[in-house]
């Protein structure tokens, strides 16, 4: 991945345009593995367990796409069987901001 990804950039004018976010966080897994990657560096077999409702299928795509989206790193050991770590990037890790406002919003108002 490039370096210039890890670089945020200081906008002129904010849009107002929630899409972009939406789309680099993803579906509907993606709030859940982020709240464990807030935590720390975990293996697939982790979140999995963490996050039992999600199918195999389901959590393949979710860090497929955020690891394209730049928020988190793939990370492949050669042990046998393969170990893959997953992290977030300063990118992800921006994110846990607009997170935890969002759980404030809902203790609050639901």
């Given at each position: 991945?490039?370096?210039?990804?890890?670089?945020?950039?200081?906008?002129?004018?904010?849009?107002?345009?929630i899409?972009?976010?939406?789309?680099?966080?993803?579906?509907?897994?993606?709030?859940?593995?982020?709240?464990?990657?807030?935590?720390?560096?975990?293996?697939?077999?982790?979140?999995?367990?963490l996050?039992?409702?999600?199918?195999?299928?389901?959590?393949?795509?979710?860090?497929?796409?955020?690891?394209?989206?730049?928020?988190?790193?793939?990370?492949?050991?050669?042990?046998?069987?393969?170990?893959?770590?997953?992290?977030?990037?300063?990118?992800?890790?921006?994110?846990?901001?607009?997170?935890?406002?969002?759980?404030?919003?809902?203790?609050?108002?639901?």
């Amino acid at each position: 991945m490039a370096a210039n990804n890890y670089v945020p950039k200081k906008p002129d004018v904010i849009d107002c345009n929630i899409e972009k976010t939406l789309d680099v966080i993803g579906g509907k897994w993606a709030f859940l593995v982020l709240r464990e990657l807030f935590v720390g560096t975990r293996r697939f077999g982790e979140l999995q367990r963490l996050i039992p409702a999600v199918s195999p299928r389901a959590l393949t795509s979710t860090l497929r796409h955020m690891e394209q989206k730049g928020v988190l790193e793939r990370k492949v050991y050669p042990t046998v069987p393969v170990t893959v770590e997953y992290t977030l990037t300063p990118k992800g890790e921006d994110l846990h901001q607009i997170i935890r406002e969002m759980k404030l919003w809902a203790s609050k108002w639901t």
